[in-house]
């Protein structure tokens, strides 16, 4: 059984990093329950065709809107927030996905690295979310969800440390933009994926790894975009979380137990 294919209609959905992998999967499940959809597809809008749009009606491209923005360069949530409150001032759901680890790298080489992996992870999407709390505050209960990982919880594996730490603040300021957030009605929560077939370990982890990673996950196998995407629904849905609030959603088949 699915969502209620209006769980969403006439609300209005931000989502991040939604050009491919698992972000793309959130954006179309939103489409799928009636959603207004503003989809910042990446650095480009390159891998829309694959894994955005294929297959959507004309009913869900009617209610979807690709944006584009390198989100490592300093000032651009804040550039974002403006494109988004462009096409309406009322945001309902922001899902912050947009992220990646930018390189296994060694931990002797973190210094130079770190404006990139943080200002991407970090800053942009705490820029992006402070610019848009007018709009969020002007929603009937409105709801953030954000992306963090499995290895915010584990340190992650070599080369990771600083996209791990990253989403370890992630993590942390969920919870507590939660607590500050409740009295404005805005609930934040996030969803922590464990080991996601995407683009994401085609760049980072070699076919050996990962296959070692799924022989030892208690569900025996990695996990899809679609096996994340009804954790944020959840997370976004007042009728099904409304009393859910600064918590983490792991979404990992087992692969870490906290
Ligand atoms: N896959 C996993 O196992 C896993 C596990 C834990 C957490 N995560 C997290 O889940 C989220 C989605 O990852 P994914 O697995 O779906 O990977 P993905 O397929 O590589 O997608 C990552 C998304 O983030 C965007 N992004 C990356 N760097 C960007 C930049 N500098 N500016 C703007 N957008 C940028 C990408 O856009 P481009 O097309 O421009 O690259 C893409 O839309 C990320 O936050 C990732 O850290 C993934």
Request: aromatic fraction near 6%.
């Amino acid at each position: 059984m699915g969502f209620d294919e209006n769980l969403f209609a006439g609300r209005r959905v931000i989502v991040t990093g939604a050009g491919r992998g698992i972000g793309a999967a959130v954006a179309r499940a939103f489409l799928g329950c009636g959603a207004t959809v503003v989809a910042h597809a990446g650095r480009s809008d390159a891998f829309v065709d694959r894994d955005l749009t294929p297959g959507l009606s004309a009913d869900a491209l009617a209610r979807l809107t690709v944006l584009s923005a390198d989100l490592a360069e300093p000032g651009s949530g804040e550039r974002l927030a403006a494109a988004v409150l462009e096409s309406g001032a009322v945001v309902d759901v922001l899902v912050n996905n947009a992220g990646t680890m930018g390189g296994r790298i060694p931990a002797a080489d973190t210094p130079s690295a770190y404006d990139t992996v943080l200002d991407l992870n970090i800053r942009s999407t705490v820029a992006l979310t402070a610019a848009l709390l007018p709009a969020l505050r002007a929603a009937e209960g409105a709801s953030i969800v954000n992306t963090v990982s499995i290895s915010a919880r584990t340190g992650g594996s070599a080369g990771s440390s600083l996209y791990s730490g990253a989403k370890a603040f992630v993590s942390t300021w969920s919870r507590a933009l939660a607590r500050e957030l409740a009295p404005d009605g805005i609930r934040v929560n996030a969803v922590s994926p464990g080991t996601i077939a995407t683009d994401f370990h085609q760049r980072y982890s070699s076919a050996e790894k990962l296959k070692a990673t799924a022989e030892a996950i208690p569900l025996k196998r990695l996990g899809t975009p679609e096996d994340c995407a009804p954790a944020y629904l959840f997370l976004a849905a007042n009728g099904l979380s409304g009393y859910i609030t600064g918590q983490v959603i792991e979404v990992n088949g087992g692969q870490f137990m906290g």
